[in-house]
C-alpha cells in the first residue's frame, strides 16, 4: 500500500470516529405523536421538541429551571405583571433572529379555537376577554399580565405550547433551539443537526442527534448493547436483575415525578357503578405488583400525587371488602367482563396481566386485553370506546395540581368522565392562591374527593430508568428526567 493511499485511509478511519464520537443516538420509545409544538403530548414527543425548540425558561443539565431565549426577567410585586428581555444574540437556525413577535404569533396559534391545542388551558391566565393580555412594546421585550398569581408560572414556561415559531418562515424544520430537524423516518428515527446560530453553540459539542423509535424494550436493550444506542428510553422489566449485575454503571434508575394508574370510563354501563371502582381498586395487590412483577424500583402507589416520605403499609388492598363491594354493585360474573386497554410495550402488557389475573384470582371478574400502537392508542383513550385503560401522568411541571386538574370538568386530559362541581372549585381555587398552607389544606380536599370518585385507580410511582454509555458525558439523574442533547458530550 503506497503512502498516499495509507494516508487516505488513515484520514477515513479518523473521519468516521471523529463523526461517531459527535452524533448521539437516543432510544425514544415509541413514534412521537407529533413534533408539532402546539399537538405534541407524549413525552417522546417532548424531549425532541427540547432539543428543537428554546422558550422563555428552558432545563438545565440537572432538570431545574433557568432562563431560555431571554437574558433575564422582571416580575411586579404583585406577582401579575412579568417582563422578559430576549437575547439579543437568539436566533432561528436560519440564521433570522428572535423576536418577540415570534413568541407573539405562536401563542395567538395556541389560543386559536381551531388549532385545538391540547395544552390551551394554559393559556386561561394569560388571557382577558378571550384575547392574549401579552403585548411585545420591543422586539426583545415582551410583557405578559395575569388575571391571578401563579406560583408554577415560570415552569409552565419550558412546555412546547410556550414556545416560539418563526413568523418570518412557515418551514416547520427552522428551529430556535439548538438542534433543528434533518430527516424524519416514520417508525424509525428522527435525525437532528447542530443548529450553528443557536446562541450558546459554542457550548454544544454534538453535531448530530438521532432519536431512534424503539418500542419494543427488548430490542433496544440488544441495540445498546450492540453499541447502537447511546441512551435507551427504558429497561425490560424483566431484565432489571440481569443488568443491574452484568451493567451496574450504565444503568440508571432514579425518583420521577410521575404516577402510573388504570384510567376508568366514568360513562361506561358497569364502571359507572362507584362500588365497582372501589372493588376494583381494593382487590390489587400493588406491593406485588412493584416488587415481583415491575421489580425496578418503583413506588407502591395509593393516591396520585407523588409522596414525599414512601408509605411503610398498603391502606387500600382488602379483599374482603372488595367482594363485598363487587356484590353491592350488581356485577355479574357470569354475564359481564372489562376490557383492559394498553398501548403496545412488554412492559405495559405485564402490568395488565396482572392486573387482570388479580381481579380474577380475588374477585373472579374476567378481563379481556387490547392493545394497540400509541399514536392509535392516544386517539382511543379520547373517545367513548374504551372502559380500562393504561393511564398515568409525567409532571410538566412540579406542583401537585399538575396531577390534580386532569381531572376538572373542563381539563382536555379528562379522559374518565370525571365531572363534579365541588372538585372543579377546590382546582380553581388552588389555580387563584399562592398560599402555601391553604394550597395545602385545598390538595388534600381535593385528593379525598379522587379517592372516593375512584375516576382512577393508583398502581404505582414511576422511576426513570435508563442505560447510559460509558463513554456519555454531561447525563444527570434528575427528578423530571429532563436530558437536554445540547449538555451531553461524548
Not at 95 to 106: E, M, Q
Not at 164 to 185: I, K, M, T
Not at 341 to 360: E, G, I, P, T
Not at 432 to 453: C, F, G, R
Amino acid at each position: 500500500m503506497n503512502y498516499t493511499l495509507r494516508s487516505l485511509l488513515y484520514f477515513f478511519l479518523i473521519s468516521t470516529a471523529v463523526c461517531h464520537a459527535q452524533t448521539f443516538h437516543r432510544g425514544n420509545g415509541s413514534e412521537p405523536d407529533s413534533l408539532n409544538i402546539h399537538q405534541a403530548q407524549g413525552i417522546n414527543s417532548q424531549n425532541i421538541l427540547l432539543d428543537l425548540y428554546e422558550g422563555l425558561m428552558t432545563f438545565d443539565a440537572k432538570g431545574l429551571i433557568i432562563p431560555g431565549a431571554i437574558t433575564h426577567y422582571q416580575v411586579s410585586e404583585d406577582q401579575l405583571q412579568w417582563h422578559f428581555y430576549l437575547n439579543p444574540h437568539a436566533k432561528w437556525s436560519d440564521g433570522t433572529s428572535l423576536t418577540a413577535n415570534d413568541f407573539l404569533f405562536a401563542w395567538q396559534t395556541a389560543i386559536d379555537p381551531q388549532v385545538a391545542a391540547p395544552y390551551r388551558q394554559l393559556f386561561n391566565n394569560l388571557m382577558r376577554d378571550g384575547e392574549l393580555n401579552v403585548t411585545a412594546p420591543h422586539s426583545l421585550q415582551l410583557h405578559i399580565t395575569l388575571n391571578y398569581p401563579d406560583a408554577s408560572f415560570l415552569n409552565k414556561l419550558v412546555l412546547p405550547i410556550f414556545f416560539p415559531l418563526p413568523s418570518h418562515n412557515n418551514d416547520r424544520r427552522v428551529s430556535n433551539g439548538a438542534f433543528y430537524l434533518s430527516q424524519w423516518d416514520i417508525q424509525e428515527k428522527i435525525h437532528l443537526l447542530k443548529n450553528k446560530h443557536y446562541h450558546q453553540a459554542d457550548k454544544v459539542q454534538l453535531k448530530e442527534v438521532v432519536y431512534w423509535v424503539t418500542e419494543n424494550q427488548n430490542s433496544e436493550l440488544l441495540r445498546f448493547r450492540a453499541n447502537e444506542l447511546d441512551l435507551t428510553e427504558t429497561i425490560p422489566d424483566h431484565q432489571i436483575d440481569w443488568l443491574k449485575k452484568n451493567h451496574p454503571n450504565e444503568l440508571k434508575i432514579a425518583p420521577y415525578y410521575g404516577t402510573f394508574f388504570l384510567g376508568l370510563n366514568l360513562n361506561d354501563s358497569l364502571l359507572n357503578n362507584p362500588k365497582l371502582r372501589q372493588a376494583l381498586s381494593a382487590s390489587i395487590d400493588r406491593d406485588i405488583l412493584v416488587n415481583k412483577v415491575l421489580k425496578s424500583g418503583q413506588q407502591a402507589a395509593y393516591a396520585i400525587i407523588p409522596p414525599v416520605e414512601p408509605t411503610p403499609k398498603d391502606p387500600l388492598i382488602n379483599i374482603p371488602k372488595a367482594k363485598q363491594l363487587l356484590a353491592d354493585s350488581g356485577f355479574n360474573k357470569e354475564t359481564d367482563h372489562l376490557e383492559i386497554l394498553y398501548n403496545n410495550s412488554d412492559n405495559q402488557k405485564k402490568v395488565a396481566l396482572a392486573v387482570a389475573a388479580m381481579w380474577r384470582q380475588n374477585l373472579g371478574i374476567k378481563s379481556r386485553l387490547r392493545n394497540q400502537e400509541w399514536k392509535i392508542f392516544v386517539n382511543t383513550r379520547k373517545s367513548p370506546n374504551k372502559q380500562v385503560f393504561r393511564s398515568g401522568w409525567i409532571a410538566d411541571y412540579f406542583s401537585p395540581i399538575n396531577f390534580l386538574e386532569l381531572f376538572h370538568s373542563n381539563s382536555h386530559f379528562n379522559f374518565y368522565g370525571m365531572k363534579q362541581q365541588k372538585y372543579d372549585d377546590l382546582i380553581d381555587a388552588m389555580n387563584t392562591t399562592t398560599d402555601p398552607s391553604l394550597l395545602n389544606k385545598l390538595t388534600i380536599q381535593a385528593e379525598q374527593i379522587l379517592s372516593d370518585e375512584l375516576p382512577v385507580i393508583p398502581l404505582y410511582h414511576y422511576v426513570s430508568r435508563h442505560l447510559v454509555a460509558k463513554h456519555i458525558k454531561g447525563y444527570h439523574d434528575n427528578l423530571m428526567d429532563k436530558h437536554l442533547s445540547r449538555y451531553i458530550s461524548k
